[in-house]
């Protein structure tokens, strides 16, 4: 560590003594509290009256007339916060108490009336023998402004696969891409999702909460999650006369990058509501320690809008969203010839160096999606619920190349050299049966998709056209302390392809069908343990990238090639995982056994290829069995009075189990650590807190031998400081105030994961202020 690094770091250690002893700061530890509002699920509009109170002490208070409720004093530890009002259903959340939480409260309303006695069942949508995390409230504000694989990468077991600065996708155990299932507000994401440098083409600002359930999902969610799924999940809609909102401002200092998000939504009465939102992202090039990347710029422009209808028995909402962005591709990513490439694999340094700029050259991806979203629910007077989702979406992806045609009249037209026009329906019919015996609940339903992709440029992939039905049928079983699960789903899938081979047009067919089942069971062994356990199976088509690729790729700088011999991937899951909830200490490891038939995956091979448009590495689609096998573990602990720390760690494990060797591109293992201090109220300020953390990400060594173009980059450290405070600016509103500083020592490193580490260096410090105003 060099002078600098010094310096710094004796900075951020005296701060943070300093905040620790000094005694206008010093608090009693039992001085805590606990505040927050409680809503109506459905409406979002606040419920007066409710009791809310701590179930270890019997200490609560009742909810004032807009909703809001405080209980103090209280100790630092966990405990376990009861809300209830009659007419809703109980809801018991547990809290880590260090100095204040802020706790929403959602209640559901009970379906009871004086005719009929109805209780309606939770929602399978998830099962509860799986590995969920969930990432809401102050942490997901916290990642304001990121990208949705950069915020999802704060979760335990979760990575992004990284093409340059702008260009982030998520990586569950090691998997991604067409392997994790997004779901964007309950419907399945249908972009260009195949492609290594193809983000999600998704606004988290319109995410309420972020949820990863990690392992094989397919019985509920559909063939290819083979690796999880990501929802995506808007807060309900409100529905009383009332209009509120939220603002949400950005800045980075890396890039010069703004981001502006604003969010209102109101209710008509009689059960009608509507929301709107919509971002504004500008960046420009983003900074390396020593160098800038040129043309690393992003622009975007995202909307969103909903309105729906509720009432007792009966809901339905429109919703509709729009993405659209444009992303530079970092200009030394492409290459004139081979000599030039061997050098920059050689020297370590881009070509190409340049200053700062906003402006978005060639090459750069320009991406529209469209979704239009309609969903109905409705519960018979003979129990259950059955709800029925219908969707459109339009995923408009152009990639232009670094050079123009040759032809001036041609290069005037400005037009992309690769465009990907994909248009999917689907449609889902659920119903979910009333408990029976209060006891076994379930749901069965059936799904299914058409799409069809248009391609004009130059050939990377064929055009297409794909049916896809499937079946499912789920149960649940509570009885003590266990409870189990058991699920069963068919899919069937007909995709035909369209393509010249020497100006013949051939239209090959393909048609897969499996089967996916799942088994689980939980085991509570008291209100601190839980344990538990899921084995399940899935099953994958190879996409129509993996089976006819064959050109440059050039979001990704690099020349692909399919195999139409590839055969469907089969997945054989088993999740083992115990969490600890204690009074200080929260704990949860979770084991993972994962093996993949006909695994397919991008071999790079020997020597690049050199066409009109340059050097490129090659990669081709080759199949193998694999096994993905590893732990996540995670804890957070109160160390002392104000003071508490979290650990992370996630160890992953891949093998080729046919030639014995490593699998190319898997993520090494990394250690996250932090502390944070908790301050508390000091002056107007309430909340303030400060907090430092590491992440040390590991060389990957487990990779064959000469199976790549460079041996994967060192192991690397990076520090990171947050802080934050609330400034109030009425009695039930404030103004949420949020600083981040990343890679503080400006450590020159490449991540294993990042397509772009042959050419330069990952981005260097950032620092990021964040406002949030809800009104």
């Not at 909460?209 to 392992?215: C, F, P």
């Not at 050109?551 to 020349?559: F, I, L, N, R, T």
């Not at 699998?663 to 996250?672: L, S």
């Amino acid at each position: 560590m060099n002078h600098n690094h010094h310096s710094i770091l004796s900075i951020v250690l005296t701060f943070l003594l300093v905040c620790i002893l000094r005694p206008t700061f010093a608090q009693d530890p039992c001085d805590c509290f606990i505040k927050g509002v409680v809503l109506d699920r459905e409406s979002r509009q606040p419920i007066p009256g409710a009791a809310v109170f701590i179930k270890e002490l019997q200490k609560g208070t009742v909810t004032d007339a807009s909703g809001h409720y405080r209980i103090e004093p209280l100790c630092q530890g966990t405990y376990t916060l009861i809300s209830r009002i009659l007419g809703y259903q109980e809801v018991a959340q547990s809290v880590v108490l260090v100095h204040t939480s802020e706790q929403t409260v959602l209640l559901t309303e009970d379906d009871i009336h004086l005719q009929d006695v109805n209780v309606t069942a939770q929602r399978a949508n998830a099962l509860t023998s799986q590995t969920i995390s969930q990432l809401e409230g102050k942490a997901l504000d916290q990642t304001r402004g990121q990208s949705l694989g950069d915020a999802l990468r704060t979760m335990t077991g979760v990575t992004t696969l990284q093409t340059g600065s702008s260009i982030t996708k998520p990586v569950i155990h090691g998997m991604h891409s067409n392997r994790v299932l997004i779901l964007n507000n309950g419907i399945r994401q249908e972009g260009q999702q195949w492609g290594s440098e193809h983000a999600p083409e998704i606004d988290p600002f319109v995410a309420n909460r972020l949820t990863v359930i990690k392992g094989a999902t397919g019985v509920r969610f559909g063939s290819d999650a083979i690796g999880g799924v990501i929802l995506v999940e808007p807060a309900p809609l409100p529905t009383l006369k009332t209009v509120h909102g939220e603002l949400n401002l950005v800045g980075f200092t890396n890039g010069r990058q703004g981001v502006a998000s604003l969010q209102t939504e109101g209710g008509f009465g009689k059960g009608f509501g509507w929301r709107v939102q919509g971002t504004l992202k500008r960046g420009g090039n983003v900074r390396t320690p020593n160098y800038f990347l040129d043309n690393t710029g992003i622009s975007e422009q995202n909307f969103s809008g909903s309105l729906g209808y509720r009432s007792t028995r009966f809901r339905s909402e429109l919703y509709y969203s729009r993405f659209s962005t444009k992303l530079g591709i970092f200009s030394g990513s492409h290459i004139g010839s081979l000599t030039d490439l061997q050098t920059v694999l050689e020297n370590g340094e881009p070509l190409i160096k340049s200053g700062f700029s906003h402006a978005i050259r060639r090459p750069n991806q320009q991406i529209a999606h469209d979704l239009l979203k309609w969903r109905t629910d409705w519960k018979p007077a003979s129990g259950g619920e059955l709800s029925l989702t219908l969707a459109r979406q339009f995923d408009d992806r152009m990639e232009y190349d670094l050079h123009r045609p040759k032809n001036d009249s041609l290069a005037a037209l400005n037009r992309p050299e690769l465009r990907f026009r994909l248009t999917t329906y689907t449609g889902d019919l659920v119903f979910e049966h009333k408990p029976v015996a209060n006891k076994l609940t379930g749901s069965l339903g059936i799904s299914g998709f058409y799409q069809y992709n248009i391609m004009n440029g130059r050939p990377l992939i064929p055009n297409f056209r794909t049916y896809n039905a499937g079946l499912f049928w789920i149960e649940k079983l509570k009885v003590n302390r266990w409870e189990y699960e058991a699920g069963l789903r068919y899919d069937y899938r007909h995709m035909q392809v369209f393509r010249y081979e020497r100006q013949v047009l051939e239209k090959p067919l393909f048609v897969f069908q499996n089967f996916s089942g799942t088994l689980g069971a939980t085991y509570s062994l008291s209100d601190q343990w839980t344990t538990r356990f899921n084995a399940g199976s899935s099953w994958r088509a190879p996409n129509v990238s993996e089976l006819f690729s064959d050109g440059v790729h050039h979001g990704a700088a690099a020349y692909e090639l399919g195999d139409r011999s590839l055969r469907p991937e089969v997945a054989y899951n088993l999740n083992l995982s115990t969490e600890y909830t204690g009074k200080k200490v929260q704990a949860e490891i979770g084991f993972f056994y994962n093996t993949i038939r006909n695994y397919i995956y991008l071999k790079p091979q020997a020597e690049p290829i050199l066409t009109i448009r340059g050097a490129f590495p090659s990669f081709k689609y080759t199949q193998t069995d694999a096994l993905y096998a590893g732990l996540d573990a995670s804890v957070q602990a109160i160390l002392l009075p104000k003071l508490s720390g979290t650990s992370k760690l996630s160890l992953l494990y891949v093998q080729d189990l046919v030639l014995d060797q490593p699998v190319v591109m898997t993520p090494p293992n990394r250690w996250e650590n932090g502390l944070r201090y908790d301050v508390g109220k000091w002056n107007k300020l309430q909340e303030v807190f400060v907090g430092v953390g590491n992440l040390w990400v590991a060389r990957q060594n487990r990779v064959p031998a000469n199976s790549d173009f460079l041996p994967p980059p060192p192991a690397y450290s990076l520090w990171n400081l947050t802080a934050g405070f609330a400034l109030p600016v009425s009695a039930h509103h404030q103004i949420d105030v949020g600083f981040t500083v990343t890679n503080l020592f400006n450590t020159v490193y490449r991540d294993y994961l990042n397509r772009f580490r042959y050419y330069a260096d990952d981005p260097g410090r950032n620092a990021s202020v964040r406002l949030k105003w809800k009104f």
